[in-house]
């Protein structure tokens, strides 16, 4: 037996924070006489407001609890996003020292006068160097370790 429209009908709203979320009916299949609200009693009335507020207080619950579940996940991704970047900035750190002595040591051969002929290799060299360090200021800038305006690009000057 499906559900039919009927006009012996009893309706209440089922609202949550204000908001129509739903209704509930109950419906006389066939005729019955004239009560208090048609053929229904006032306790009937009572009853399913009572249960209409029952499933409001059960979908506010629910959607605390998913609101709750949303926020802890978003905490935990924060927690993975910290430590992550901790980690950069540990290895951001311990590439940066020696890396800063080899460019410090590689600007200054390229000043001196035995520096080799293949000056073309070394320069590739060099700049594949300065680009290690800017992969290593961006580390540094994910780690939140130096501010963004900080981070300037190096430029090769060979």
Known sequence: MGF???KQRLTTEIVVDGNYRGRIDVVYGEEKPELDEGPFL????DLIDMVAREIAVIIKRRETEEDQRRLQDQLRHADRLTTIGQLAAGVAHEL???L???LGFAQLAKKTQGFPKRRERHRKDFIRLLNAREV????LVFARQIPLIERGSSKPDC
């Open 100 to 102: 800063g002595n080899i």
């Open 136 to 139: 290593i200021k961006k580390m």
């Open 4 to 6: 039919y429209e009927e």
């Open 42 to 45: 006032k306790e009937e009335r």
């Open 96 to 98: 940066n020292e020696p």
